[in-house]
């Protein structure tokens, strides 16, 4: 069955640097999107992306993320100057006619 | 107002009985869909089970079914003859109407705060 695949699974970095979180969807979805759990928390929107650009964004979703998709495969989301707040699962997912598939999902601790 | 309320943070269920996992809704949206996830933990989000606003007959999924009533704005798992490895985190979410302008399928979900389920041997 196709997977959504996420790296790193964790990822352990300083208060204020640049995090990039990288995502390969399922190859025929059309749309992509990041989502957030702080731990014990519910699961966030942060933003959806569709023909290379973003189709919409939440609050949580400020200047210091952004959202790219650099080549045919891959979906990335960066933070650029990291918070301990950030420190979060983060999971992308991808779907193509409303169905969404999650990826395991990456394990962000801002020390 | 929230969107979705799930109003059990937790619940404890022998092996093998049935479980109702509570889910309301709010929306003004006359089409809508409504997702079941399963969060082990591991981490990962596993998809259980969907109901659209137009589907006439409540889904099923092996084990799971989703006893929808769209005039009370509920939609609540069943889980049947419950195992142990169904203890985990179980989390409703709801897909609203397309939105102006977008494409179909662009709609993101939005989640309750879950459910944490615990099958006692």
């Known amino acids: 069955e196709p997977e959504v695949t996420q790296t790193p699974s964790h990822q352990v970095t300083q208060m204020g640097q640049e995090v990039i979180l990288r995502c390969v969807p399922i190859?025929?979805?059309?749309?992509f999107y990041w989502y957030r759990q702080i731990l014990g928390q519910k699961v966030e929107f942060l933003v959806s992306?569709?023909?290379?650009?973003?189709?919409?964004k939440s609050e949580i979703f400020d200047d210091q993320f952004s959202v790219e998709r650099p080549d045919g495969s891959n979906f990335t989301l960066k933070i650029r100057s990291t918070k301990l707040e950030d420190s979060a699962m983060y999971f992308c997912?991808?779907?193509?006619?409303?169905?969404?598939?999650f990826g395991s999902g990456t394990r962000l601790t801002v020390v | 107002a929230q969107k979705i309320t799930q109003t059990q943070p937790g619940m404890f269920v022998q092996e093998k009985e049935a479980v109702t996992l509570d889910c309301t809704y709010d929306?003004?949206?006359?089409?809508?869909?409504l997702f079941w996830y399963k969060q082990p933990s591991s981490g990962e989000m596993i998809f259980l089970i969907y109901?659209?606003?137009?589907?006439?007959q409540n889904a099923t999924e092996g084990r799971y079914s989703l006893n929808f009533q769209k005039a009370r704005k509920s939609a609540n798992l069943v889980i049947s003859a419950s195992q142990l490895g169904d203890s985990a985190m179980y989390f409703c979410?709801?897909?609203?109407?397309?939105?102006?302008?977008?494409?179909?399928?662009?709609?993101?979900?939005?989640f309750g705060t879950g459910t944490r389920l615990t099958i006692i041997p």
């Open positions: 997912a991808s779907s193509r006619t409303g169905g969404y598939t």
């Open positions: 190859s025929n979805h059309l749309y």
């Open positions: 992306f569709y023909n290379n650009e973003i189709s919409e």
């Open positions: 929306t003004s949206d006359q089409s809508y869909g």
């Open positions: 109901q659209g606003s137009y589907d006439e």
């Open positions: 979410a709801m897909r609203e109407g397309q939105m102006l302008g977008s494409n179909f399928g662009n709609e993101k979900l939005t």
